[in-house]
T-cell receptor, first 117, second 111 residues
């Protein structure tokens, strides 16, 4: 598509419930990132995919968080047994690393705002 | 942990004035990037400066990089009300595929 698409844009859930957040990256972008942003803070890295595999999942806060990208395009971030502290905006980004400079410029989606009551 | 740390955190200026914000980082970088975020949603890439560059311009934006001090500055000249946003620096580290973001600068341009 023309940009990175994230759904839902807003999700309100109750403590203990399961949540899935979806990201549809720019077509042809092999790298996909999930970040989490709390109010007044910068984006915090969660996980990075290169193709279908999770190349770096060191930012996932605990084993309640999991993400997949089965066909190397759309990705789903899954949060089990949600807690109030999980409330944040979850941002997805994709990139095509610049061949000449090796620079990694990210294109972000609008984010999914998760509120856990 | 966040690599970049911006300073100051909030800036309020009159339209037409210049806005300057700073960012410091801790380790060697491949490049440093600045992003803008409106209304707490998606970030938009503004400008990238490589580790072997000292200054770069793009329209009304001017970025400097001092690798000896591990710091960067972003200058927005002749600010407009539409420049009201949060601005984040992000470092791209050698051998690392993630961007590490700072806490951001909130800039308010008063018409």
């Amino acid at each position: 598509g023309a940009g990175v698409s994230q759904t839902p844009s807003n999700k309100v859930t109750e403590k203990g419930k399961y949540v899935e957040l979806r990201c549809d990256p720019i077509s042809g972008h092999t790298a996909l990132y999930w970040y989490r942003q709390s109010l007044g803070q910068g984006p915090e890295f969660l996980i990075y995919f290169q193709g279908t595999g999770a190349a770096d999942d060191s930012g996932l806060p605990n084993d309640r968080f999991f993400a997949v990208r089965p066909e190397g395009s759309v990705s789903t971030l899954k949060i089990q047994r949600t807690e109030r502290g999980d409330s944040a905006v979850y941002l997805c980004a994709s990139s095509l690393r610049d061949g000449a400079s090796g620079a990694n410029v990210l294109t972000f989606g609008a984010g999914s705002r998760l509120t856990v009551l | 942990s966040q690599q970049g740390e911006e300073d100051p955190q909030a800036l309020s200026i009159q339209e037409g004035e210049n806005a300057t914000m700073n960012c410091s980082y801790k380790t060697s970088i491949n490049n440093l990037q600045w992003y803008r975020q409106n209304s707490g949603r998606g970030l938009v890439h503004l400008i990238l400066i490589r580790s072997n560059e000292r200054e770069k311009h793009s329209g009304r934006l001017r970025v400097t990089l001092d690798t000896s001090k591990k710091s960067s500055s972003l200058l927005i000249t002749a600010s407009r009300a539409a420049d009201t946003a949060s601005y984040f620096c992000a470092t791209d580290l050698y051998g690392n595929n993630r961007l590490a973001f700072g806490k951001g600068n909130q800039v308010v341009v008063i018409p």
